[in-house]
């Protein structure tokens, strides 16, 4: 069966953890909130291979002007095969007439990122108060 990329997926606790237990992402630490939060979010998107969940993200919007992406993530297995490229491809296409779509990059997503056509907003500086370990 070929990667299926699908919008508004539905999610198992079980697999959410996995996929963010191996990307070493705190979240997976409250497994709950974490379900309730991607379930709840204004957008969402998965990536399978033979129904096996390999890669998601999610989007916070007001559905009129503004969209955030707060995650996306590939297993780590599937990382480099453009998995992230056409889910994020799929998020850009839903909110395409949005007058602004925001997120967050560090590290060796930066290029991924800019690579989609983001750069970083004028004189900007991320903030935030943040109860994860990762840095």
């Known amino acids: 069966m070929p990667l299926q990329i699908q919008l508004d997926d539905s999610l198992q606790q079980d697999e959410v953890v ?37 890669g998601l993200g999610n989007a916070i919007s007001d559905g009129h002007l503004v969209v955030y992406y707060p995650h996306l993530l590939v ?19 839903r909110y395409a007439e949005l007058h602004m779509q925001m997120l967050t990059a560090d590290g060796r997503a930066i290029s ?12 900007t500086e991320p903030m935030w108060i943040y109860a994860g370990s990762e840095h």
């Open 112 to 123: 991924f990122y800019e690579s989609l056509g983001f750069s970083r907003a004028g004189q």
């Open 75 to 93: 297993h780590p297995a599937f990382q480099g095969q453009g998995i992230g490229r056409q889910m994020m491809g799929a998020l850009q296409q």
């Open 18 to 54: 996995a996929l963010y237990r191996a990307n070493q992402w705190s979240s997976a630490d409250k497994p709950e909130q974490l379900l309730a939060a991607l379930r709840n979010s204004h957008g969402l998107v998965t990536a399978r291979l033979d129904g096996r969940l390999v």
